[in-house]
């Protein structure tokens, strides 16, 4: 059974760090990829960032290019989420997500329809 736990949400003042923790059980972590998608109550909820567990390949989102870095500890099969320079607007709850479609992995697609196995968010609250 794939499982994925999130971690690491709290509160924050903007332009402060967090870094959030996907660990990652049930499958083969190197033949999935791995996305960070975020929510704000009432909005859609939205890709934030990807990595391909089998050759490092990421993706971001243009709203959090050069402040967010997603990586990967295979051995520990977890995929971590620097957030640097955080911003009001990244309040949100936070979800780790993962899919092995080779059409996801292929265009390291931030859609929410293309993964199959999540799970539960950690909140991330910025302050002003």
């Known amino acids: 059974e794939v499982q994925l736990q999130a971690s690491g949400g709290g509160l924050v003042q903007a332009g402060g760090s967090l870094r959030l923790s996907c660990e990652a059980s049930?499958?083969?972590?190197?033949?999935?990829?791995i996305g960070w998608f975020r929510q704000v109550p009432g909005k859609e909820r939205e890709g934030v960032s990807c990595?391909?567990?089998?050759?490092?390949?990421?993706k971001y989102a243009d709203s959090v290019k050069g402040r967010f870095t997603i990586s990967s500890d295979n051995a520990k099969r977890t995929v971590y989420l620097q957030l640097n320079s955080l911003k009001p607007e990244d309040t949100a709850v936070y979800y780790c997500?993962?899919?092995?479609?080779?059409?996801?992995?292929?265009?390291?697609?931030?859609?929410?329809?293309?993964?199959?196995?999540w799970g539960r968010g950690t909140q991330v609250t910025v302050s002003s």
């Open positions: 997500a993962a899919d092995r479609t080779s059409q996801a992995l292929n265009a390291l697609l931030l859609d929410v329809w293309a993964y199959d196995n």
């Open positions: 049930g499958f083969s972590f190197d033949d999935y990829l």
């Open positions: 990595i391909s567990g089998s050759d490092g390949r990421t």
